[in-house]
């Protein structure tokens, strides 16, 4: 299976600029997606396709990448943004998600 | 609008079998393919397995030996069921739907709001 990699937390203060990063163990193309999820809610998509907004997702989010290292960008982030980020991919079956990253605003 | 809705049983006792319904509304069961993931508490998403529009499954190899996956499209829900249960099976079970009809290497675009299934005595 693909395994996908990211950083367990990061902590950003209001109006900053983040980016959290997923690798993958194998090429995945552009087959990788993002999630946000906050506490007690379920996922929702940000980014679908390494690079393309979801709809309805403030263009503060935008996403970057190919073959196995991607990137999703928040800029500016905002207190909203506190959450759990999750990328994803379906270039390889089965379907894996990284780990998860935890945004924390200081 | 396109809904999914989780439902199914809070408890379940260890070595007895989940049995949870995923209720779609907005799209045919047959138009669309629909999964199941679960995510223990305070840890990251597993994908299960899904039902696909034709009304093929596939299911994580981990987990297949225990898993099953059927439909009834006249009821527009998804049922899954897996067997000995164990306390690590706890966690919150989600439905979700591709965006794309039939596509294979889709994403999740919907989700249900996902069920709480403690496995305990």
């Known amino acids: 299976d693909t395994v996908l990699t990211q950083s367990p937390a990061l902590a950003v203060s209001p109006g900053e600029r983040v980016s959290i990063s997923c690798r993958a163990s194998?090429?995945?193309?552009?087959?990788m997606h993002w999630y946000q999820q906050k506490p007690g809610q379920q996922p929702k998509l940000l980014i679908y396709?390494?690079?393309n907004l979801a709809s309805g997702v403030p263009a503060r989010f935008s996403g970057s990448g190919s073959g196995t290292d991607f990137t999703l960008t928040i800029d500016p982030v905002e207190a909203d943004d506190t959450a759990t980020y999750f990328c994803q991919q379906s270039w390889n079956d089965p379907r894996t998600f990284g780990g998860g990253t935890k945004l924390e605003l200081k | 609008q396109v809904q999914l809705k989780e439902s199914g049983p809070g408890l379940v006792q260890p070595s007895q079998t989940l049995s949870l319904t995923c209720t779609v509304s907005g799209f045919s069961l047959t138009s669309y393919n629909v999964h199941w993931v679960r995510q223990p508490p305070g840890k990251g998403l597993e994908w299960m397995g899904r039902?696909?529009?034709?009304?093929?499954?596939s299911y994580n190899s981990a987990l297949k030996s225990r898993l099953s996956i059927s439909r009834d499209t006249s009821k527009n829900q998804v049922f899954l069921k897996m067997n000995s249960l164990q306390t690590d099976d706890t966690g919150t079970y989600y439905c979700t739907r591709d965006y794309n009809y039939g596509y294979k290497r889709d994403w999740f675009a919907y989700w249900g709001q996902g069920t709480l299934v403690t496995v305990s005595s």
């Open positions: 396709k390494a690079s």
């Open positions: 194998e090429g995945v193309n552009s087959y």
């Open positions: 039902m696909r529009y034709n009304g093929d499954t």
